[in-house]
């Protein structure tokens, strides 16, 4: 729930109320959300309870877009590593 209600957060144009723990979006961006993700429509109404506390849990070790790792993932060869790696760095020195 923690992964999901940050990707959500952390997409371009989304609010979040930290008093409700909602996001704050139009309708139409919840469409988006919903369409790609039917688990997102419980943050339109809900919010995610505790959102603050979990976020100082999790923060620092939630990875989520390329450099995930999942136990359900097959490990990673060392070229999709140093692939995954090189991309990560090359993007990190344009910002």
């Not at 992964?3 to 409700?20: N, Y």
């Not at 139409?28 to 419980?42: L, Q």
């Not at 790792?69 to 140093?82: A, G, H, K």
């Not at 995954?84 to 760095?89: C, D, K, N, Q, T």
Request: hydrophobic letters at 30%; proline letters at 2%; aromatic letters at 14%.
């Amino acid at each position: 729930m923690y992964k999901q209600f940050t990707e959500v957060l952390h997409q371009t144009g989304v609010g979040w109320d930290e008093d409700t723990n909602t996001i704050m979006v139009s309708p139409y961006v919840w469409d988006k959300f919903i369409k790609k993700n039917k688990d997102f429509k419980t943050f339109q109404t809900n919010g995610c309870k505790n959102y603050k506390l979990l976020n100082e849990f999790f923060s620092s070790s939630t990875a989520i877009g390329a450099l995930r790792i999942s136990s359900t993932n097959p490990l990673r060869t060392f070229d999709e590593n140093r692939q995954v790696l090189e991309e990560f760095l090359s993007t990190s020195k344009q910002q």
